[in-house]
C-alpha cells in the first residue's frame, strides 16, 4: 500500500457528497469503484457497504480480515462559509505538513479510513481475504452498525480505521445516549418602541464531543445562556435563538437575537464587555479566538418574540444544564469515564424550541444517569424531554491476536511500543458485537486535529506511518 495513493483517492472522495442521511451519492460511487476493480460489492437495506477481495495464492489459509470505516461525514462549516455540501467538493490545502479544510470539516474522519481499505483492495500487497465494511450515518447515531445483519461479511477479525492518533491501538470504546429536551412557547408581540440586538459567541475551537470534552474547550451555547441569564434583569425578550449544531461536535457558535428598550442598551453594552473579560479569564489558556459582541438588527414591523415564561425557564435549564466531564476512570489514568455534551439550542419549527444533547460512558448505569441529570433539568424547567439512539460500549477483552499482532508490528516498524488505549469517543465496534460476537478487533488511524468542526486536518507524516503499519499488519496477519 502506498501513501500517496491513499491520499489520492481521498482526494476524490472529498469530491463526493456524504453528509450523514444523505449518502446515496458515496454508496453509489463506492458501487462504482469496486465494479472498475472487478471486486465483489454488495449492499444491504440500510445502505452499509461491503467490498471483498478473495485472498491471494498462497494465502488462501490466513483469516479473512474485515477492514471497517464509515462512508458518512460531519457537515460543519463557519458561519461565513458559502460552501454547499450537497454538492460542493471540499475545499482544502496542504500546508507545513496537514492536509486542512480551512473553512468546512475535511472529512478525514473518516474518509482517510476508507481510502485506505479501498488501496488495500486494489493495490499489489499480497493477503488473505479482505472485506472493506463501509458503514452509514455513523455520525449521527451509528445507524449502520445498528441495522448489520449477521452474514454480512465473514472474517472475524475487524481493524476498524476511525481512530485519529497516531502510536495508538484502541481496544474499548464509550457507549453513548442521546437526549432532547422540547419547549412549546407562545409567541407574542415584541413590545413597541423596543430595539432589536443580535447578541453572538463566535470563535469557539469547538471540537470532539468525545475525544476533546476533557480539554476544557468553551461551550457557545454554555456562554450564551450564562449571559443571557446574567442580563435578565433588563427585562429583554427573545426573539430568536440558535446555537451549535451536531449532537457530537462542541458548540462553536450561538446567537440570540432580543428586544429590548433603547434605553437600557448601554447596560447590555457594559454587561457585554464584562462577560467578554470574565470568558477570557476562564479559557485564555484553552482558547484563542472567542468573539463576544452585539450588533443592531433592523426593525420589522409585526416582530414576534418567546413567551416571557417559557423564554426564562429556557434560559435557566441551558444555564443549568451539565456540560462536560462528569467523572473520570478509576481504572484507566487519564480516561474520561462519563460526559454530556450541551450540543444545540435551535428554533427550526414554530412554536418550539429544541436542545440537543449527547452523554457518553463506557459503563451503561453512568451513561444512563448523565442523561438523568440532563433531563431532571429540563422537566424541572416544563420542557419535553425524549431519549434515544442509546449504543452499547465495547469493553476492552484480555486475549486479542490481532491486537498482539499490530502491537508487535509497530514495534518492529518504529523501534518502540505503541499505546494499548480505551477511547471516550463512541466507535461502532461495541454495535458489532452484539451481532458478531466472536469478533477480534482493534481500532487504529493515522493522527487527526479539529475533527468535526471546521479547520479539520489531517497529519500527513503521521499517514505515511499509519500506511506502513496497516500494510504490515494485514499482509503479514496468520
Known amino acids: 500500500m502506498d501513501s500517496k495513493k491513499v491520499l489520492e483517492i481521498f482526494q476524490e472522495i472529498t469530491k463526493v457528497p456524504r453528509e450523514s442521511g444523505h449518502e446515496e451519492q458515496i454508496i453509489k460511487w463506492l458501487q462504482d469503484f469496486a465494479a472498475a476493480h472487478s471486486l465483489e460489492c454488495r449492499t444491504d437495506k440500510a445502505g452499509n457497504v461491503l467490498i471483498v477481495k478473495e485472498a491471494d495464492p498462497g494465502k488462501e489459509d490466513v483469516p479473512a480480515i474485515v477492514l471497517q470505516s464509515h462512508s458518512d461525514m460531519v457537515c460543519e462549516k463557519n458561519a461565513d462559509s458559502k460552501h454547499d455540501f450537497t454538492k460542493d467538493p471540499i475545499p482544502y490545502v496542504i500546508e507545513d505538513g496537514w492536509m486542512?479544510?480551512?473553512?468546512?470539516?475535511?472529512?478525514?474522519?473518516?474518509?482517510?479510513?476508507?481510502?485506505?481499505?479501498?488501496?488495500?483492495?486494489?493495490?499489489?500487497?499480497?493477503?488473505?481475504?479482505?472485506e472493506a465494511l463501509l458503514t452509514v450515518s455513523e455520525e449521527t447515531g451509528l445507524d449502520g452498525a445498528m441495522a448489520l445483519q449477521?452474514?454480512?461479511?465473514?472474517?472475524?477479525?475487524?481493524?476498524?480505521?476511525?481512530?485519529?492518533?497516531?502510536?495508538?491501538?484502541?481496544?474499548?470504546?464509550?457507549?453513548?445516549?442521546?437526549?432532547?429536551?422540547?419547549?412549546?412557547?407562545?409567541?407574542?408581540?415584541?413590545r413597541e418602541g423596543s430595539m432589536l440586538v443580535k447578541v453572538a459567541i463566535t470563535g469557539c475551537t469547538g471540537g470532539h464531543s468525545g475525544d476533546d470534552i476533557n480539554r476544557g474547550r468553551a461551550n457557545a451555547v454554555q456562554l450564551l445562556a450564562n449571559f443571557l441569564y446574567d442580563i435578565y434583569p433588563l427585562k429583554y425578550q427573545i426573539?430568536?435563538?440558535?446555537?451549535?449544531?451536531?449532537?457530537?461536535?462542541?458548540?462553536r457558535e450561538a446567537f440570540a437575537v432580543l428586544a429590548l428598550a433603547p434605553s437600557k442598551m448601554p447596560r447590555l453594552a457594559d454587561a457585554l464587555v464584562g462577560f467578554k473579560a470574565t470568558v477570557e479569564e476562564e479559557y485564555g489558556n484553552v482558547e484563542n479566538d472567542i468573539q463576544v459582541y452585539y450588533t443592531e438588527e433592523v426593525f420589522q414591523k409585526g416582530a414576534m418574540a418567546v413567551d416571557p415564561r417559557t423564554a426564562r425557564k429556557l434560559i435557566t435549564a441551558l444555564t443549568a444544564c451539565p456540560h462536560?466531564?462528569?467523572?473520570?476512570?478509576?481504572?484507566?489514568?487519564?480516561?474520561?469515564?462519563?460526559?454530556?455534551?450541551?450540543?444545540?439550542?435551535?428554533?427550526?419549527?414554530?412554536?418550539?424550541?429544541?436542545?440537543?444533547t449527547s452523554q457518553r460512558s463506557c459503563v451503561?448505569?453512568?451513561?444512563?444517569?448523565?442523561?438523568?441529570?440532563?433531563?431532571?433539568?429540563?422537566?424541572?424547567?416544563?420542557?419535553?424531554v425524549k431519549?434515544?439512539?442509546?449504543?452499547?460500549?465495547?469493553?476492552?477483552?484480555?486475549?486479542?491476536?490481532?491486537?498482539?499482532?499490530?502491537?508487535?508490528?509497530?514495534?518492529?516498524?518504529?523501534?518502540?511500543?505503541?499505546?494499548?488505549?480505551?477511547i471516550h469517543a463512541g466507535l461502532e465496534c461495541?454495535?458489532?458485537?452484539?451481532?458478531?460476537?466472536?469478533?477480534?478487533?482493534?481500532?487504529?488511524?493515522?493522527?487527526?486535529?479539529?475533527?468535526h468542526a471546521p479547520g479539520e486536518k489531517l497529519d500527513l507524516a503521521s499517514l505515511d506511518k499509519f500506511v506502513l503499519l496497516l500494510t504490515d499488519l494485514v499482509v503479514n496477519f496468520k
Request: proline share 4%; charged share 20%; net charge negative.
Open 387 to 422: 431519549h434515544e439512539s442509546e449504543y452499547p460500549g465495547w469493553a476492552p477483552v484480555a486475549d486479542s491476536a490481532v491486537r498482539d499482532a499490530c502491537v508487535a508490528s509497530y514495534k518492529k516498524l518504529f523501534g518502540k511500543n505503541p499505546q494499548v488505549l480505551a
Open 100 to 130: 486542512i479544510a480551512p473553512e468546512t470539516t475535511l472529512g478525514a474522519d473518516c474518509g482517510i479510513g476508507m481510502a485506505c481499505a479501498l488501496e488495500l483492495l486494489t493495490g499489489s500487497d499480497k493477503a488473505g481475504r479482505l
Open 364 to 384: 451503561t448505569a453512568a451513561r444512563r444517569e448523565a442523561g438523568r441529570k440532563v433531563e431532571a433539568c429540563f422537566v424541572q424547567a416544563g420542557a419535553e
Open 239 to 251: 426573539v430568536s435563538i440558535d446555537g451549535g449544531n451536531k449532537r457530537n461536535a462542541i458548540a
Open 150 to 190: 449477521r452474514g454480512f461479511f465473514s472474517g472475524k477479525t475487524l481493524i476498524n480505521l476511525d481512530s485519529e492518533d497516531e502510536g495508538q491501538i484502541f481496544v474499548g470504546c464509550a457507549g453513548g445516549l442521546d437526549t432532547t429536551a422540547k419547549f412549546n412557547y407562545k409567541s407574542v408581540p415584541v
Open 430 to 451: 461495541g454495535l458489532f458485537t452484539e451481532v458478531y460476537p466472536d469478533l477480534d478487533m482493534i481500532s487504529i488511524g493515522p493522527t487527526l486535529r479539529g475533527v
Open 324 to 356: 462536560g466531564v462528569l467523572a473520570m476512570s478509576q481504572e484507566i489514568k487519564n480516561f474520561v469515564e462519563t460526559s454530556t455534551n450541551l450540543a444545540s439550542v435551535k428554533m427550526t419549527e414554530p412554536g418550539i424550541i429544541r436542545i440537543g
